[in-house]
């Protein structure tokens, strides 16, 4: 039985032939409509979602399956004291695949130590948020045309920023990929990531405050909110939740083929007035969300 617990866990290939299938999806959605009949997705969500949990559900309907879970910890039994473990344990009898977001990191992996079903990681803390990774992938290889020979800058929260570490993670596996990492210091992005990805891997990188200096030279310009509900300190949020807003004016010297891409929710660091440009990607990346979700569905229940 195989999770998705990091975007590790699956080889370049496999993720190839997750894209192909969203692909193919795209095209003829007619052809998955039945694929996933009687099966039952949950989605167990321990913190806020409007993107994830919404496109998981909506990818398993759109398989014909079905879906059941909770949205809010508080109305379930965690609330009580009930442990991951446990909560596994029941809801794995009730389905066949559980999608799970968490905010400790760490806790999808104890549920997969628990589960008699695929858990898939639906975004655990400040870590890993790996099928966000592959909406990102599949919106990168459709407006790029390839996930090779790109140079990506990711701007802003690179602390906490768990879409950031699994993007990267995905991307360290590609050939000519150049980072640009953009943000201050206080948010810059965790030794584990630097030393166990980037470093290990020989992936050429470097780190900046100044998104100006460095846009004429990106592909891709990875945007993240800076996330209020991971600061123990609000004073510390105050003072760096508006590091970077990136307004139209901004892309005046940005190549005119660059992709602007954003996992989202927004708050205020993408101008709405770049929403109608060409170069905005993050609406796609939705779209691209449930596709990808709906060929993860199908490889990890085994179904062609
Ligand atoms: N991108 C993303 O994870 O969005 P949600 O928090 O709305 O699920």
Do not use: W
């Not at 870590?127 to 802003?156: S, Y």
Request: proline share 4%.
């Amino acid at each position: 039985m195989r999770n998705l617990l990091s975007i590790t866990d699956f080889s370049v290939s496999e993720i190839d032939e997750l894209i192909a299938v969203a692909e193919d999806i795209i095209k003829n959605p007619e052809a998955y409509q039945e694929k996933c009949k009687h099966k039952k997705l949950a989605t167990l969500f321990f913190e806020p979602s409007t993107r994830t949990r919404l496109s998981f559900e909506s990818a398993m309907l759109s398989l014909g399956g079905n879906v059941l879970g909770f949205s809010d910890a508080n109305s379930s039994s965690s609330s009580k004291g009930e442990s991951v473990a446990d909560t596994i344990r029941v809801v794995s009898c009730y389905s066949d695949i559980i999608a799970m977001r968490h905010p400790k990191e760490g806790a999808p992996l104890v549920a997969s130590m628990h589960s008699s079903v695929p858990i898939i990681n639906a975004g655990d803390g400040g870590h890993n948020h790996p099928t966000q990774t592959l909406a990102d992938l599949l919106t990168i290889k459709t407006e790029k045309g390839r996930l090779d020979n790109i140079t990506v800058g990711f701007c802003g929260d690179l602390k906490f920023g768990r879409t950031v570490h699994s993007l990267i993670q995905a991307l360290a596996r590609y050939k000519g990929i150049k980072i640009v990492l953009i943000s201050p210091k206080e948010l810059a992005i965790p030794d584990y990531v630097k030393v166990d990805v980037m470093d290990k891997n020989n992936m050429c990188y470097e780190e900046t405050r100044s998104l100006e200096e460095v846009m004429p030279k990106l592909d891709v310009l990875y945007m993240t909110r800076v996330q209020k509900e991971r600061f123990f300190n609000e004073d510390d949020y105050i003072r760096l939740k508006d590091s970077y807003i990136l307004t139209l004016d901004k892309l005046d010297n940005a190549k005119k083929d660059l992709s602007i891409l954003h996992p989202l929710p927004r708050v205020n660091e993408i101008s709405v007035d770049i929403d109608s440009d060409p170069r905005a990607c993050y609406f796609k990346q939705v779209a691209n969300g449930r596709y990808m979700r709906m060929a993860l569905i199908l490889k990890l229940l085994g179904i062609k």
